[in-house]
């Protein structure tokens, strides 16, 4: 059975978690490109050039709110898997609204993060 490789963009404005995540993904054999960002327009100018299998996404970025994202990756009706790593859990229920394939908690779920990207 051949393997699927998968992209990856990953949207984190904070560079120490970034980099973390941008690490423990290189590890994942699944993965063929991955791409990072800090900001939300770049991150919707990098998706609009590339199509994405998986997305980690922030909420608060420095130039906008990661819902916006949703809803543009929504409204264009794309089967990108979005994992939300966001401290702000009291946007769950919006995020899954929005499209939202799963909602980790930046305070505790960083493995449980990484173990999604691997199973995706």
């Known amino acids: ?3 699927t490789f998968l992209n990856l963009l990953i949207v984190e404005d904070n560079p ?13 054999d699944r993965l ?3 791409y990072i960002t800090k900001s939300l327009q770049e991150a919707i100018s990098i998706f609009n050039k590339t199509n994405f299998d998986l997305i980690v996404l922030d909420l608060k970025l420095p130039d ?4 916006e994202l949703l809803r543009i ?16 859990t009291e946007l769950r229920k919006t995020c899954f609204k929005y499209g939202a394939f ?6 505790k779920d960083f493995d449980e993060l990484i173990e999604a990207i691997k199973n995706a």
Not at 16 to 28: V, Y
Not at 73 to 88: A, D, M, P, R, Y
């Open 64 to 67: 906008g709110n990661g819902i």
């Open 1 to 3: 059975m051949k393997e």
């Open 32 to 34: 063929k490109d991955i």
């Open 16 to 28: 120490f978690i970034g980099k973390n995540i941008l690490d423990a993904a290189k590890e994942i």
């Open 73 to 88: 990756l929504q409204e264009n009706k794309k089967e990108t898997k979005v994992f939300v790593f966001s401290i702000s």
């Open 102 to 107: 799963a909602f980790f908690d930046k305070a």
